[in-house]
């Protein structure tokens, strides 16, 4: 919370900047630019319960525990003692502080009805006995609550003016940091307090307001004018809880936190490699879909792998109760008990219903001040508005991611939506990484599907993959899209072993052809061989043939010759020619 940074509406103007009492009160220094106007008079109006009074205690508290700035508190309506009671629930000592000597506690019971028989009113008592205890412990800073007591007797606004007018300038003359509450009222229609002239006089003006709508309450807070300084003008929640005072000031944080390159896993190896290698540090993704899809389920996914690694998780539940998830979790095969035994899971879960938006907001704060995770889950977050995202939810949920972002918390937020509905939309623009889960009704069955509708900052895939809940986990199964549309399910399984016999047949009928071939090549094969071998024996006799008929026309030659000699006959030509 105390990271909270304003978007410059507050930033130092140029001169000499206004001395500031800062009021010790998360968020509210903020909007305040440092603090109340130091030495002057600030006005906190609001009706019965708003939280006027806490406030001032806050105030006075902060200064004298902090800043060594001890106080004076003069209250018109309770004594001391019910001051103390009530106050002690929310860890203020008003006792301890004035054995000390850090502050001093003034109660008058006023009666009206006594100043109207009098027909007069003197604040000169009030003055002296005021200014006796700012000497008694150096007061620096002073709350009246309520002075609208005092006032409310008299009917003459004239005199009101008049009166509060000495009031604020004997204030100014002391130089202490002053708080006036005042009862706010409706004069006219417009005015803050119940006269309202108050605010005219003072230099600060803060009014709360206190609001029930649909049987949740809300608290508000509004800076009106601040004499001199740059403020929040906005609407801000704030909170009273056993803490104290506490104003988120988120509405107005500037977009300035750190963009990280570094990746963390989702836990699903298949989405990571669907989002380029995982989620960016610091990001914030959105699950939605119908109810049963299996949001939750990819929350526990993240949370389970930040553990694992050694990191610290949150997971807020606002739909089911810690003890639910982590059975429903353990059918999944993951078992996140032995983080949470660990310290490094915490599970924090209530009714949408139990808190108004601003408490919720207050909660989220403080569990991140105590846990300090890496990784948070906020689990049916458009819960809060029972399913219809008004322009308040909206708000809200923007002030909790810009929460975790400036924190660098690496977020996923589950939002019940059908398909790209105006709930989801409306708060996609905020989140970095949008997972769409859908169901799909088909051969007499439903199975999930998951897509990514965007993924600022990396390219990431754009395929549709079945999303099946296992006993392992989470698994991503490539989807069949055929002539017939997309298959999941039995009926992607089905043709997928249509697919395997077919493929089956086909490698079936290519053996048989192959070995058909091989046994006609070794035929062809053991042919050629005994044709060559035959053409070879051919080829040899047909020599030896030759090689004999040169021998037969020699041996003809020879016998003739020597038939020839045995009859000395001439030497003739064949046939009796002449040689």
């Not at 206004?18 to 109340?36: F, M, N, R, V």
């Not at 608290?219 to 056993?242: C, D, M, Q, W």
């Not at 055929?482 to 079936?508: C, H, K």
Request: charged share 25%.
């Amino acid at each position: 919370m105390d990271s909270a940074v304003l978007t410059g509406v507050t930033d130092g103007a140029l001169g000499q900047e206004l001395e500031k009492a800062p009021t010790g009160i998360s968020g509210l220094d903020q909007i305040l630019g440092g603090g109340l106007p130091r030495d002057r008079v600030t006005l906190v109006a609001g009706a019965a319960g708003a939280g006027k009074t806490l406030l001032g205690m806050n105030f006075l508290v902060a200064g004298a525990r902090k800043y060594g700035e001890p106080g004076v508190l003069m209250t018109f309506e309770e004594s001391a003692a019910k001051v103390a009671l009530n106050v002690r629930s929310l860890g203020f000592d008003i006792d301890e502080l004035v054995r000390t000597g850090q502050l001093v506690v003034l109660a008058f019971r006023v009666d009206p009805s006594e100043i109207v028989q009098a027909g007069v009113f003197d604040f000169e008592p009030i003055f002296a006995i005021l200014d006796d205890a700012i000497k008694q412990v150096g007061a620096k800073r002073i709350v009246l609550d309520t002075i609208e007591v005092i006032f409310g007797a008299f009917g003459n606004d004239t005199i009101v003016r008049s009166e509060l007018i000495r009031l604020v300038r004997w204030l100014d003359d002391r130089g202490v940091t002053v708080i006036l509450t005042g009862e706010r009222g409706n004069k006219g229609g417009d005015g803050l307090t119940r006269h309202g002239i108050e605010e005219y006089v003072t230099d600060c003006v803060i009014v709360l307001d206190h609001r029930v709508n649909a049987e949740i309450s809300t608290r508000r807070l509004r800076v009106v004018k601040y004499r001199g300084s740059a403020h929040g003008t906005n609407e801000y929640p704030f909170l009273i809880s056993a803490h104290g005072f506490t104003v988120l000031p988120i509405t107005s944080v500037a977009l300035d936190y750190a963009a990280s390159e570094e990746r963390v896993s989702t836990g699903i190896a298949r989405l990571d490699h669907m989002l380029g290698g995982g989620m960016f540090r610091g990001s914030t993704l959105m699950v939605s879909g119908a109810a049963g899809t299996g949001k939750t389920s990819v929350g526990a996914h993240v949370v389970n792998s930040a553990c694992a690694r050694g990191e610290r998780a949150l997971m807020v539940l606002l739909e089911e109760s810690p003890d639910q998830v982590l059975r429903n979790m353990r059918s999944l095969g993951l078992d996140l008990r032995p983080w949470v035994e660990a310290g490094l899971l915490r599970i924090w879960a209530a009714r949408p219903s139990a808190f108004g938006l601003e408490t919720h907001l207050a909660i989220l704060a403080g569990l991140i001040e105590d846990e300090k995770p890496s990784v948070a889950v906020l689990d049916g977050i458009t819960s809060l508005s029972n399913g219809i995202l008004t322009t308040e939810l909206a708000s809200s949920v923007a002030r909790q991611i810009d929460l975790l972002k400036i924190r660098g918390i690496t977020s996923v937020i589950t939002a019940l939506g059908q398909g790209e509905d105006v709930n989801a939309m409306a708060v996609s623009a905020m989140v970095d990484t949008w997972l769409q889960l859908r169901n799909i009704e088909a051969n007499g069955e439903r199975n999930r599907l998951l897509f990514v509708l965007k993924s600022r900052g990396t390219a990431h895939s754009n395929q549709v993959r079945e999303f099946v809940l296992t006993d392992h986990g989470v698994e991503l199964v490539d989807v069949y899209i055929g002539a017939a549309g997309v298959l999941a399910g039995s009926a992607r399984v089905t043709q997928q072993a249509a697919e395997r016999d077919e493929e089956l047949r086909i490698a079936e009928e290519l053996a048989r052809r192959r070995r058909e071939l091989h046994r006609s090549v070794i035929e062809r094969e053991a042919h050629l061989v005994a044709t060559q071998d035959q053409l070879d024996a051919e080829r040899t006799e047909i020599n030896r043939i030759d090689l004999r008929e040169g021998h037969l026309v020699a041996d003809i030659e020879a016998d003739r010759s020597k038939m020839a000699a045995r009859r000395w006959a001439d030497d003739v030509q064949h046939n009796g020619e002449p040689r």
